[in-house]
């Protein structure tokens, strides 16, 4: 693990992604994104019942890899894995200082504990200190970690973050040579909503819900684009989509009622 001082060039980390990827190319895994900084310290809708004011981009959840994982009670070590629910449980109360010092205890005394180093980047991203976060999943692409779909979310999250113009030439270049990539194709979107190119963004949306038809989120985040850009009929299409499938996903982050209210105000204004 990289000392505290230390931390993982950008281009360290493409390269990396750029392995990952050639390696997980079968994986058709989905993914979905997690809230940025920013968002989090908002609600995901800003809108009220009544109202056309339109909506902030929701990235919660097109990678549910973000939420720390509740702790494995199959661990043989009874004392690592009850640090561990410590740990989870101090960063669901926003306990973040507590969980991160409880986390680096855990990898300390079990400098392979992958849960422990995933969880820490978790919490280091939720709290907006990305040079942390992205050093350790450096560290997870380059181990033999099973879920690194989760950790390619969450840094293709972080460098749409840092720098959307950057991150999108990045991705073009991901999207070229992993084509299939619903992933890739998401977070390209997000990327271009950041800077407001909202026919791209919509473009990039409507090919990851191709792929993808499934994911909620996408439609979600896609009718928020539509909405924004003053597509209010997609947006009112999209918006009824995501209600009538809401519930046959296991997705619960959407703000449903939030949703409900945001068609009623729509369907009064067209």
């Known amino acids: 693990m990289l000392a505290q001082d230390e931390y993982v060039s950008t281009n360290d980390i493409v390269k990396q992604i750029e392995k990952s990827l050639i390696f ?91 849960y422990a180093k995933f969880s820490l980047a978790t919490v280091y991203q939720k709290i907006g200190q990305y040079r942390q976060a992205k050093n350790l999943y450096h560290e997870l692409l380059k181990s033999n970690y099973e879920n690194k779909e989760e950790v390619l979310g969450n840094l293709f999250t972080i460098l749409v973050d840092e720098s959307p113009r950057d991150s999108i030439y990045l991705l073009s270049r991901l999207s070229i040579q992993n084509p299939e990539s619903p992933i890739i194709l998401a977070h390209s979107a997000l990327a271009f909503e950041k800077i407001k190119n909202y026919d791209k963004a919509i ?35 999209m918006y009824s989509e995501v209600v009538k499938n809401y519930f046959n996903t296991n997705n619960n982050s959407i703000p449903i009622e939030t949703v409900k209210k945001r068609i009623e105000t729509i369907r009064n204004k067209l």
């Open 203 to 237: 473009s990039y949306f409507l090919k990851a819900i191709n792929l993808d038809d499934s994911n909620i989120s996408y439609k979600f985040n896609l009718a928020i684009i539509y909405d924004k850009s003053g597509k209010f009929e997609k947006a009112l299409e």
């Open 24 to 114: 997980d190319k079968e994986s058709k895994q989905r993914i979905d994104v997690y809230k940025s900084r920013q968002d989090s310290k908002s609600p995901d809708i800003s809108i009220e019942s009544g109202k056309s004011d339109v909506l902030t981009i929701n990235e919660s959840d097109i990678n549910s890899g973000m939420e720390i994982v509740i702790v494995d009670e199959k661990k043989e070590n009874f004392d690592i894995k009850e640090k561990e629910r410590l740990a989870y449980n101090s960063a669901m109360i926003g306990q973040y200082e507590v969980a991160i010092q409880i986390f680096k205890q855990i990898i300390k005394d079990q400098p392979d504990n992958t």
